[in-house]
């Protein structure tokens, strides 16, 4: 049971370890031994290490495990067979940094982090009612997910990204229109239909919006005060209520069911009784969460020209407001996708029911980092995929194992999966046949009445699809897609048989396959040698063992028209191609 179903009780006192500010200077730790140590980060990893009696994995992953596993963080691509010949041949000190810096600087990468934040911002282009026949598409949604793909690429400051889509002022007006879809964030959520009482709608969208808001920038789940106050966390009713009045104005309901009038009975922003708005309490002016407040709330409300505005400048005021707590959830989130886990293991939960932070210190680092910086991305980015920690091999130490199986404290590199988007780009992207234009209208997905096959017209990067929220994409569908009707922080990337069939048995991936040996023949010609060289350099980034190369020729030796056709199927089935290591 859900303690948001509980009856109030008293509020915990402002111990939470998420909302303690940020230590004016965060003291990186001295270790005895650092010629393992790349930057501080691995400064703070070895002293925890060495704490809990662990060493790391001091072997360097080899080139080619590095440049997939950096290619797909920072782009969600394998690297081209071009970029695997350039990184693993380049002898310079620099190498890998030069390689960073590439990715870094691809349009590739803001579709990759465009499509993580999309998760977290429950974007979705459909209204997403119960009933399904009324799930309309909303024609303008891209716009938005093009909007996040621009910021990520352009290291919009993030601080301003959030200002952007709460509905503050453009800071740069010469950039209004590549940003000005941002502020769609707050209509992003779902609808109830069409026949459902107009009240129920509004406090619905506006439960989403507050919800929404909480989760996303600051890790906190302030829908649990809807009803009571939170049970476990600090922020009471009337807070709720007070930061729900900050999108008031922007929930516009018409009076009527179908074809009943019904009037709207809370006209202003007002206390919800038990939350329901058949029982409206007293009125409320727009407010903060007094546990993130070191000066009242007019301070922000008074200096700004909207109430959107003012909530804007409150979660990313570090010194006053929110933005402490903001940039330790964006920092985290970074950190979860790049690591499979993040410091604090429940991104979307830094209160009292979440987790606490493996490496507290670590994670107050580079959230003062990233304030420092002007609050720009890509340099922790940066910062975390130089580190010596990210660049670890694997390892099955069994005494390590059984002290920290969960790989909580980065003892080694610990394998995951890609999510769907990252299988499907993929398998596109080594048959040859991925598109490669960026923004745009959505390519439709179908409806609940209409499914639709993932054919050449579609064939463009997974976030280009329409996020329709009651049809399945088929191929995505397959690998654990998002729930779109509420914030994602992190998406179950486990084994499933459902995918291993596809791998096996579906119509697409034997078209792929011949796709791909067309390609591989094309390129490398008739020599078997080289095709089983390309093929693994193509879907493994790495080149094959002694006995991968016999199993291929094996394999290769039998029907010649469609032995290859064979061989491409069976290597696209392999764990190791969903897999980053």
Not at 334 to 347: D, I, R, T
């Amino acid at each position: 049971m859900s303690l948001c179903g509980l009856s109030a009780g008293p509020l915990r006192e402002a111990d939470l370890w998420s909302v303690q500010p940020l230590s004016s200077e965060v003291e990186v730790p001295a270790v005895a031994d650092d010629d393992w140590v790349n930057n501080p980060i691995d400064r703070f990893i070895l002293a925890k290490l060495v704490e809990n009696q662990l060493n790391p994995v001091r072997e360097e992953a080899d080139r080619y495990t590095l440049i997939r596993r950096l290619s797909f963080g920072l782009t969600g691509l394998p690297p081209s067979l071009a970029a695997i010949e350039q990184f693993v041949n380049d002898g310079a000190e620099d190498a890998y940094g030069k390689l960073v810096g590439r990715l870094l600087g691809s349009p590739h990468y803001g579709e990759r982090w465009g499509r993580h934040w999309l998760d977290v911002v429950r974007f979705g282009e459909s209204d997403g009612v119960l009933t399904v026949n009324e799930d309309k598409v909303r024609g303008n949604a891209w716009k938005f997910r093009d909007a996040v793909i621009r910021a990520f690429n352009e290291d919009l400051p993030f601080d301003k990204f959030v200002r952007y889509q709460v509905g503050g002022p453009m800071e740069d007006e010469s950039k209004r229109d590549r940003y000005v879809e941002l502020r769609q964030f707050m209509h992003l959520g779902t609808r109830l239909q069409n026949n459902s009482d107009p009240n129920d709608k509004q406090f619905h969208r506006l439960d989403d919006m507050v919800s929404t808001t909480g989760t996303a920038f600051l890790g906190l789940t302030f829908g649990c005060a809807r009803c009571h106050d939170h049970p476990v966390d600090p922020m009471s009713t009337e807070e709720y209520y007070r930061v729900a009045a900050f999108y008031f104005d922007q929930v516009r309901e018409a009076p009527k069911a179908s074809a009943r009038k019904i009037e709207l009975r809370v006209k202003e922003p007002r206390v919800l009784l038990k939350g329901s708005w058949r029982s409206p309490g007293k009125s409320v002016e727009p407010g903060f969460l007094q546990v993130l407040m070191k000066k009242d709330d007019h301070y922000w409300r008074a200096g700004s020209g909207s109430k959107l505005e003012a909530l804007g400048q409150w979660l990313t005021d570090h010194e006053a407001g929110a933005g402490q707590l903001l940039a330790r959830v964006i920092v985290n989130r970074l950190w979860h996708h790049h690591f499979g886990q993040g410091l604090v293991s429940s991104p979307n939960d830094f209160g009292n029911l979440g987790s606490p932070p493996s490496h507290p210190g670590l994670l107050d680092y580079l959230a003062r980092t990233l304030i420092e910086g002007g609050w720009q991305l890509k340099n922790i980015q940066r910062m975390i995929v130089t580190s010596a920690t990210y660049r670890q091999s694997s390892s099955a130490e069994t005494a390590f194992l059984e002290k920290d199986a969960e790989n909580t404290l980065l003892w080694h590199r610990r394998p995951h999966r890609l999510e769907a988007e990252a299988i499907r780009d993929q398998l596109l992207m080594v048959a040859g046949v991925l598109r490669g234009e960026m923004f745009g209208p959505s390519i439709s997905i179908g409806n609940y009445k209409t499914e639709v096959r993932d054919e050449p017209k579609s064939w463009r990067r997974s976030i280009y699809l329409q996020a329709h929220r009651s049809a399945k994409h088929p191929t995505l569908s397959l690998f654990d897609p998002p729930d779109m009707k509420r914030s994602v922080g992190s998406r179950s990337t486990g084994a499933d048989p459902v995918g291993a069939l596809f791998a096996l048995n579906a119509p697409l991936g034997w078209d792929l396959a011949k796709r791909l040996a067309g390609r591989i023949e094309g390129e490398a010609g008739a020599d078997r040698d080289r095709q089983i060289e390309m093929a693994y350099l193509l879907l493994l980034s790495r080149l094959p063992e002694k006995e991968e190369r016999r199993i291929g020729r094996e394999l290769l030796s039998g029907r010649k028209e469609q032995s290859l056709v064979d061989y491409c199927h069976l290597l696209l089935g392999l764990n190791e191609f969903i897999y980053i290591n």
